[in-house]
């Protein structure tokens, strides 16, 4: 997934002012020791293989954040990255390709709860932030 703005998603570059939703998610961007965080759960996701490719783990990693900082459900999380353009970019996804559907993004959270992975990137997460 390239990180280059498409068309539908440079129409909101243009705003004068930056929305809260999207000043807290610059600030978590800066903060987080996102690649610490995608090194602890690579062990554990999905490699591609013969079925279809896996998101990348750093996008799924965002989107569940996203999911507990604004407590939504997965149903509601991939509404949200059809409708809210500072969480797509967040996440590193765009509208011209496709985006995780409410299933990939319960099976990310599975995968966390399963290998009890989700307690120990909360606890980093609140050390950086603290």
């Known amino acids: 997934m390239s990180h280059q703005l498409t068309f539908a998603d440079s129409e909101f570059s243009s705003k004068r002012r930056q929305t809260r939703k999207e000043i807290f998610l610059s600030r978590m961007e800066q903060i987080l020791p996102w690649q610490n965080m995608v090194e602890v759960i690579e062990p554990f996701y ?3 293989g013969n079925g279809r490719r896996p998101y990348p783990l750093e996008t799924m990693l965002r ?3 996203m999911q507990h900082w604004y407590n939504l459900s997965d149903g509601a999380m991939e509404d ?4 809210i353009a500072s969480m797509r970019l967040f996440a590193r996804l765009s509208l011209d390709s ?3 559907d409410r299933t990939t993004i319960m ?3 599975h995968l966390l709860e399963q ?3 989700a307690r120990q990137l909360f606890k ?3 050390r950086w932030l603290a």
């Open 124 to 126: 980093t997460i609140n």
């Open 46 to 48: 999905p490699k591609a």
């Open 80 to 83: 949200a990255l059809y409708e």
């Open 115 to 117: 290998h009890q992975l």
């Open 107 to 109: 099976n990310f959270r």
């Open 98 to 100: 496709a985006l995780p």
């Open 63 to 65: 989107i569940h954040c």
